[in-house]
């Protein structure tokens, strides 16, 4: 599964559900990896409530993140900074979302901005709350794996419905040449074949993630950020063309 989400060149975008990403060795463990350990908390925390605030809403369209919660990370974890009145949440990811043996686990300027829907908020959330507290509370990531395998937030099935949108410009993913990678929207489903959606094929726009046997992720790249922009750089080419950042 690993090396198929990098050819896909999508790997940095699944910032959502890897609290199911099994793991018995990590690469962030290993001191070949360009960040070996975790750096000090500071540095994954942005110190203008504001700016982390609005950073969040551009995750989405204005006319869906005006009205959206924000949740902003704490010494801690997460932290309601505002409340929904639309059913979305928006909030900024950090690295430890990635999978457990991904090289940038502790990549300290990682940043995405993320922001879900109702369904989403109830079944997906959950889990990258959960890893926010275990990485601040200074769990490895083999800890964090082994955690997930029995942890009701890492097994959710997603409900009907749960989607989220990533098209903020300002995003930063990875340390590759393109690290905010494309726009684009996830849409996540009980655990079912990708070729369903008619994904991963040539021609196709859809992208897909078999996570576990419980959560399929879909990715759709689309052509202009949130701020309306077009997107300075050609769409993703099919699974079959090895598109890589």
């Not at 300290?108 to 922001?115: H, N, Q, T, W, Y």
């Not at 794996?145 to 942890?151: A, G, L, M, N, Q």
Request: some cysteine; glycine content about 6%.
């Amino acid at each position: 599964m690993n090396a198929k989400l990098r050819r896909l060149g999508v790997i940095q975008a699944l910032v959502m559900t890897f609290a199911l990403y099994p793991a018995t060795q990590s690469w962030a463990d290993n001191a070949s990896s360009p960040y070996p350990k975790m750096a000090p908390v500071n540095q994954y925390l942005i110190a203008d409530r504001n700016a982390e605030i609005a950073l969040a809403r551009s995750a989405a369209p204005p006319s869906i993140s005006d009205n959206a919660g924000v949740m902003i990370l704490g010494a801690h974890g997460f932290e309601t900074a505002s409340k929904s009145t639309n059913g979305f949440v928006c909030i900024v990811e950090r690295a430890w979302d990635k999978p457990f043996d991904d090289p940038e686990f502790w990549n300290p300027k990682m940043r995405g901005p993320v922001c879900m829907n109702d369904a989403s908020v109830r079944t997906v959330l959950p889990m990258i709350l959960e890893r926010a507290q275990w990485a601040l509370s200074g769990a490895s990531p083999a800890e964090m794996s082994e955690r997930s395998k029995t942890s009701a937030s890492a097994n959710m099935t997603p409900a009907t419905g749960a989607m989220s949108f990533m098209m903020s410009k300002q995003q930063y993913l990875s340390d590759s040449p393109h690290p905010e990678w494309h726009p684009h929207v996830m849409f996540f489903s009980p655990g079912i074949d990708g070729s369903e959606w008619g994904a991963d094929v040539k021609g196709s726009p859809v992208f897909s993630a078999a996570i576990s046997s419980q959560l399929t992720m879909f990715f759709i790249p689309i052509r202009k950020w949130s701020d309306g922009t077009l997107a300075d750089y050609d769409p993703p080419a099919g699974s079959s063309e090895h598109h890589q950042h």
